[in-house]
């Protein structure tokens, strides 16, 4: 199992930015594909954005197109999440993952079931 902590998160106006970062332990952290997702209030975990273990490939959900960017650092056990243009409707909880079924699969995986371990969350709050 691979220990995940998110940080980064807090209260933004409309229009501003934020980066979170996903620190994980061990050192097989860049073997696998890594991925945020999100859950507001009432509503189901969905997925933002994923990078394959190489950071070769990522796949965003059209809702952060163009304004969040993906990125990660196997020195530093990290991936990062830079979110710009932020809006009122980006507030939730965001949520890093790691896919650790798939060893140097050039493959983003996009759905809940296909993640293995999980951070606890950071809260970011986009006011208007």
Known sequence: QVQLVESGG????????LRLSCAASGRTFSWYAMGWFRQA???EREFVVGISWSGGSTYYADSVKGRFTISR???KNTVYLQMNSLKPEDTAVYYCAIDRTRRYKDYVPT???EYDDWGQGTQVTVSS
């Open 73 to 75: 650092d196997s020195a």
């Open 10 to 17: 807090g209260l933004v106006q409309a229009g501003g930015s």
């Open 41 to 43: 209030p009432g509503k």
């Open 111 to 113: 759905r809940r079931y």
